[in-house]
């Protein structure tokens, strides 16, 4: 198995960071019950704390610290990582490999961090795959500079990332309701697990925050562990983060993957009796259950992947993908765009769960909206003094990003305007490759 890094960064990366290795010692510890420290485990932890394992490898039973997570915490403010470290993971992670200073960035170039790092690993690391999840801002987001930092950060991922996966807010409260909406619904016998990140002791939603933070977090941490699973534990059909690259981004720059994950019950900690299989590959393309707001089965596919976990045979997937085929367009050069990948282990509790990833136009609407958002700022040049104080900054920095931006979505234009030609009418498109 291949041995990957978790790089995070910022609060809300730092925060998903820390649901996903929770997460993810639950699944070893659930898989590994005689806590060996075996391939599996090595891929996403090391360990360091040899005086605990015995001839055989065995670590002894609650001396979880010897397991050091492959992660890198790094922050402009010391909070979140000091959170943390109080909390019961405090000692899976190296205290060498936290990075937090004490001033903050006021919500103003945060994600320049981010890409700025993107950038050094590319030039360190040239032959590693970098995939960033990439949280979007919501029309109604809270601050009000969101709309640059997306722009300025998006032209560094358009250029140093391998694959993105654009994730919005909004998206992920709509998620959480509907799971809300079940729980409360009566109409299912289901049962709330107990210490549920995503339902309260008394079964609704945590109404003292005005958003439930802990539960979006914990849908993305489920995107992780998706996406990882096969890098993490055995499968009759595995598929690495490399193959994802190497299968779903056929031109460089059209790299952003929209997500989806169903059922929506395994990510709530939620006990609901399981739904027939083939309608959890429906769901996978319905809008309902996109970590984006977007509609993939009404826009062009380039590619796409189906990530399964749990008692799921291939026949299943073969079956679903000619199922679904004809309702799904896909361009005209890819019609057999498909990827696939199948990992014994479930989700803690339940018995299979599916990731899906498009490479697909329905993300193009995202862009243009934050775009329209952009100009509507930086005609009033509303702001820009916070970013123009910072050493390096120039204005030149903001058109060159909505430049970017505005290519890329010309892009994605011109797949688009191939959807009702002909095929041999189809003329060669230009995006760079």
């Known amino acids: ?100 200073d004490i001033s903050g960035s006021g919500n103003n170039t945060g994600s320049g961090l981010g890409t700025f790092l993107l950038k050094v690993l590319e030039d360190e690391f040239p032959e590693v795959y970098r995939f960033v999840t990439s949280i979007y801002p919501s029309s109604e987001d809270d601050v009000i500079t969101s709309p640059y930092n997306s722009i300025l950060a998006m032209k560094e991922l358009n250029e140093h990332a391998d694959c993105v996966l654009p994730i919005d807010n909004q998206s992920l409260f709509d998620i959480i309701s509907k ?34 933070f802990d539960a979006m977090n914990n849908i993305v941490a489920n995107l992780l562990l998706n996406l990882t699973s096969s890098a993490r534990f055995e499968g009759s059909l595995n598929m690495d983060l490399n193959e994802i690259s190497m299968n779903l981004v056929p031109f460089p720059r059209l790299h952003y993957l929209v997500s989806s994950l169903t059922p929506l019950y395994t990510l709530a900690d939620v006990n609901i009796p399981p739904r027939r299989l083939d309608q959890m590959f429906s769901d996978a393309f319905s809008k309902d259950h996109q970590l984006i707001r977007a509609d993939p089965k009404h826009s062009l596919y380039l590619a796409c992947a189906l990530m399964v976990r749990g008692n799921v045979q291939i026949s299943d997937l073969r079956r679903n993908i000619e199922r679904l085929k004809p309702s799904l367009q896909f361009v005209s050069w890819n019609q057999e765009g498909w990827k696939t990948s199948l990992c014994s282990v479930p989700p803690v509790g339940h018995s299979h769960s599916l990731l899906a990833l498009a490479n697909n136009t329905c993300v193009k ?61 189809i003329p060669r498109l230009s995006i760079a490759v």
Request: some cysteine; hydrophobic content about 40%.
């Open 1 to 100: 198995m291949t041995q990957s890094v978790v790089v995070q960064v910022g609060q809300c990366g730092n925060q998903i960071g820390c649901c996903f290795w929770d997460l993810a010692l639950r699944e070893h510890a659930a898989v590994n019950q005689k806590g060996i420290y075996d391939e599996a485990i090595s891929s996403f932890f090391r360990n360091v704390d040899t005086r605990v394992a015995g001839d055989s490898g065995s670590i002894s039973k609650g001396k979880i610290c010897s397991l050091k997570a492959r992660a890198v915490l790094i922050d402009m403010e010391e909070g979140v990582v000091n959170e943390i470290l109080q909390g019961p993971l405090r000692d899976v992670f190296d205290s060498k490999q936290l990075i937090t």
């Open 179 to 212: 799971i809300d909406l079940v729980v409360n619904s009566g109409k299912l016998d289901t049962t709330v697990k107990p210490k549920s990140l995503v339902i309260s002791s008394a079964g609704a939603l945590k109404k003292q925050q005005k958003k439930p």
């Open 365 to 425: 609407p995202t862009f243009v909206e934050l775009r329209e958002r952009f100009m509507r700022l930086y005609k009033k040049k509303a702001h820009l003094h916070h970013y123009l104080q910072v050493e390096g900054m120039e204005e030149s920095c903001f058109t060159e990003a909505v430049s970017s931006l505005s290519a890329l979505i010309q892009e994605y234009n011109q797949l688009d305007a191939t959807k009702s030609m002909p095929v041999p009418d």
